[in-house]
């Protein structure tokens, strides 16, 4: 039976008090300070028979939220689950997803596999990740449940950005090269810790593929309003007022202002909350739909148990072989 008890506006403010103030050292891209606010923020989607283990456990799930950017720099498979070129199917004007079949055998007797992991495959991997979540769940093994809850966050993430969707990705085909981690990052950085994350409360996915696929879809819908505001936005404006100096992390060097920002985030009407919103809704009704299909195992008996000193391990020697690359595999979206 599934759960009819949920958890009140109360527990937001909990999850308010939760969240941690961050340094700039740990602010990046959507993939860091996004990925872990939507990790962090779902947790308080979940019923009360799923609140209790993911509370416990909220500082590795969002911590561990951009885990699968850094394997980025060890594991040459990595990128193409981070995004779909879905355009690139569109080769004579029609409908990319009318053309894509949703099923990744389909895709591949149609494309070929070499094809789709050239272009991206980060909904057909968001189903690869629900499955092995609730494999997890009925294992009952806290290390798989708490690594692929966080890994599946970020793949969600990340289908909820709409330069995750297009070959045009970081403006480099319209001469705006910089909007990916302008939209992703800098928007975010400055503004999220003001957005209204009462999101509602996470829902049973009777297709968890289809979910991932609508929030690519409705990710792809923003492109064209992505790119349009900014262009019209910087023929406005003079460069003196588009740019200032500043740090970020240990990097120094020329960023767009934050008036610039806010012109930008203000010229799209609140999209950046809207998709943040959306994948935190989404990743609990992930994590919850993988939970029950899992047969609702009791999680009270998890809630104690930490990570094993060999997953420590293993995310050590991930941190390591990231600190030693000279660069990510894949296209370069910064």
Not at 103 to 112: G, L, P
Request: proline share 4%; aromatic share 12%.
């Amino acid at each position: 039976m599934r759960s009819s008890r949920w958890i009140g506006p109360a527990i937001l403010v909990l999850a308010l008090l939760l969240w941690p103030v961050m340094t700039m050292e740990e602010v990046g891209a959507w993939g860091f300070y996004g990925h872990k606010r939507i990790n962090r923020m779902a947790c308080f989607t979940l019923p009360p028979e799923m609140f209790g283990f993911f509370k416990a456990h909220i500082d590795f799930i969002s911590d561990h939220a951009v885990d699968p950017d850094r394997r980025r720099y060890a594991v040459p498979e990595e990128a193409p689950r981070h995004y779909i070129d879905i355009d690139h199917y569109a080769t004579n004007g029609e409908d990319p997803f009318e053309v894509m079949p949703r099923k990744w055998e389909d895709a591949v007797a149609r494309y070929t596999e070499d094809t789709l992991q050239a272009y991206g495959i980060v909904p057909w991997h968001i189903q690869v990740m629900h499955r092995r979540l609730v494999g997890a769940f009925k294992s009952g093994q806290v290390d798989r449940i708490l690594r692929h809850a966080a890994d599946l966050g970020h793949y969600i993430g990340d289908a909820h950005v709409p330069l995750h969707t297009t070959k045009n990705y970081n403006g480099q085909l319209t001469g705006q090269v910089g909007i990916h981690a302008f939209w992703e990052s800098r928007i975010p950085e400055l503004s999220a810790g003001s957005y209204d994350h009462m999101v509602g409360r996470a829902e049973y996915l009777d297709d968890p593929l289809d979910a991932a696929w609508r929030a690519v879809k409705d990710s792809h819908l923003a492109v064209d309003s992505v790119l349009r505001i900014e262009r019209e936005l910087d023929l406005a404006w003079d460069d003196d007022r588009q740019y200032g100096f500043g740090s970020r992390g240990r990097n120094e060097g020329r960023m767009y202002s934050m008036e610039y920002t806010k012109a930008y985030e203000e010229a799209m009407q609140g999209m950046v909350e809207r998709r943040m919103n959306r994948a935190i809704r989404l990743l609990g009704s992930f994590w919850y739909t993988a939970w029950v299909d899992a047969g609702q195992p009791d999680l009270l008996r998890f809630e104690e148990k930490d990570v094993s000193d060999s997953l420590k391990q293993v995310l050590a020697a991930e941190e390591e072989q990231r600190r030693m690359a000279t660069k990510a595999f894949g296209r370069e979206h910064e």
